[in-house]
Every structure is written in structure tokens, then in C-alpha cells.
């Protein structure tokens, strides 16, 4: 069946302007993450949502950032009043269950570019 | 807050060598301990995981141990091959908990 799916697939903005990245997760996977990795770096955590429970918004860097899952389904990613710091691989991955004793399923990634 | 360590950030073998990556964590609920290997520009992928009540776990060249008193786990690549070059990362999680992954270990295995 279809992977996690993720678009755009690469994003180039202007520093100040807003952003939003999309997920599709596997259907029937309950719990979705979103991470972040700079070149060469490691998967840092930004959200999870976990069932229909409120979300884990602890790895979120700042206000700018937040994310929506809508049904349960797909997730938005919205990074407001982008800096190029923020430039990096924007990484998403479902899993069946939400007692996280599955293997999580990433999509491809966007690749964020903040000129 | 939960917390998974992870060395060495870098290891150079040779072809036909072992490679050993060790975690550490700090949750003692946590009870499934993934590994996920990353190629160069491709996405993270499950290669092997082991829960608590193992201790030991193998998938022809690669096995993991876990150390549950330690809080210790650990990857073993035996007879490396210059594919097995990526990055892989270690991750604790389980008991409802999100899943924590380490900072990575980029594996080079020189022919």
C-alpha cells in the first residue's frame, strides 16, 4: 500500500514569509510525528499526535511553529514568519498504534530552504 | 525529561570488521528500543528492534542487546560491507510514551 506521503517535496521562501508543509499518513496509523533535521544532523522532535489525545507540542522551537492534524488523518505543519535558521528537512512518520511499540514509517521529508 | 545517548557520533571500520553503537536512556518505563538506519538522502528506515522482555536479538549480521538494569542497548554489525554505510539512530519508547531517539551514529565502512 501507499507510504507516508509529504509535500511539498522542496520549499525555497523568502525570510519573513509563512510556510506550510503537509503530511499524509499511512491509513488506519494512529500516532504521526513531526521532525526536523539540519544537514548532517540528527532527527530533532517537534510534535506528536497520538490518537484523538491533545498533542505532545514539546519539541516545538518557538511560537512560530505549530501543527494541526485534521480527522486523524493528514497533518500541517505551519512555520509562521519563517528565518533561515529554520531551514532544514521537515520529516514526518505515522505508526499503527499509540502505545509506541511500532515501527514508524517516515516519509520523504520537505526540504525547507529560507533565503 | 526522557533522554537517549548515543555513541560514538562517528565510526570508521574496515570491510569484514565489527561495528558496536551504544545507547543509553533514562526512562525506566520505556520498553521497545528500535534502530533505524538513514542512507545519504534517503528517509529513516526500521532495520531491527528488541522489547524488555528480550535480551538479545539477531537478524543475520546485526543484533541488538539490551541491559534493562543498566539501561544499556546496544547494536552489533558483524562482517560490515560497505553498504551498511548510514546513519543510524537508536530510540527508546513504550508504555504510552513517544518514542525519544538518539543523536546518531554515521557509520563509514571503508573498502
Known amino acids: 500500500g501507499a507510504g507516508v506521503s509529504q509535500s511539498p517535496s522542496n520549499k525555497v521562501t523568502e525570510k519573513g514569509k509563512d510556510v506550510e508543509l503537509r503530511c499524509d499518513p499511512i491509513?488506519?496509523?494512529?500516532?504521526l510525528y513531526w521532525y526536523r533535521q539540519s544537514l548532517g544532523q540528527g532527527l530533532e522532535f517537534l510534535i506528536y499526535f497520538q490518537g484523538n489525545s491533545a498533542p505532545d507540542k514539546s519539541g516545538l522551537p518557538s511560537d512560530r511553529f505549530s501543527a494541526e492534524r485534521t480527522g486523524g488523518s493528514v497533518s500541517t505543519l505551519t512555520i509562521q514568519r519563517t528565518q533561515q535558521e529554520d531551514s532544514a528537512v521537515y520529516l514526518c512518520?505515522?505508526?499503527?498504534?499509540?502505545?509506541?511499540?511500532?515501527?514508524?514509517?517516515f516519509g520523504p521529508g520537505t526540504r525547507l530552504t529560507v533565503l | 525529561g526522557e533522554n537517549v545517548e548515543q555513541h560514538p557520533s562517528t565510526l570508521s571500520v574496515q570491510e569484514g570488521d565489527s561495528a558496536v553503537i551504544k545507547c543509553t536512556y533514562s526512562d525506566s518505563a520505556s520498553n521497545y528500543f528500535p534502530w533505524y538506519k538513514q542512507e545519504l538522502g534517503k528517509r529513516p528506515q526500521l532495520i531491527i528492534d528488541?522489547?524488555?522482555?528480550?535480551g538479545e536479538k539477531k537478524d543475520q549480521r546485526i543484533a541488538v542487546t539490551l541491559n534493562k538494569t543498566a539501561k544499556h542497548f546496544s547494536l552489533h554489525i558483524t562482517e560490515t560491507q560497505p553498504e551498511d554505510s548510514a546513519v543510524y539512530f537508536c530510540?527508546?519508547?513504550?508504555?504510552?510514551?513517544?518514542?525519544?531517539f538518539g543523536a546518531g551514529t554515521r557509520l563509514f565502512v571503508k573498502a
Open positions: 491509513s488506519g496509523h494512529t500516532a
Open positions: 528488541i522489547r524488555s522482555n528480550v
Open positions: 530510540a527508546s519508547g513504550g508504555g504510552g510514551f513517544k518514542t525519544i
Open positions: 512518520a505515522s505508526s499503527l498504534r499509540d502505545n509506541s511499540y511500532n515501527e514508524q514509517f
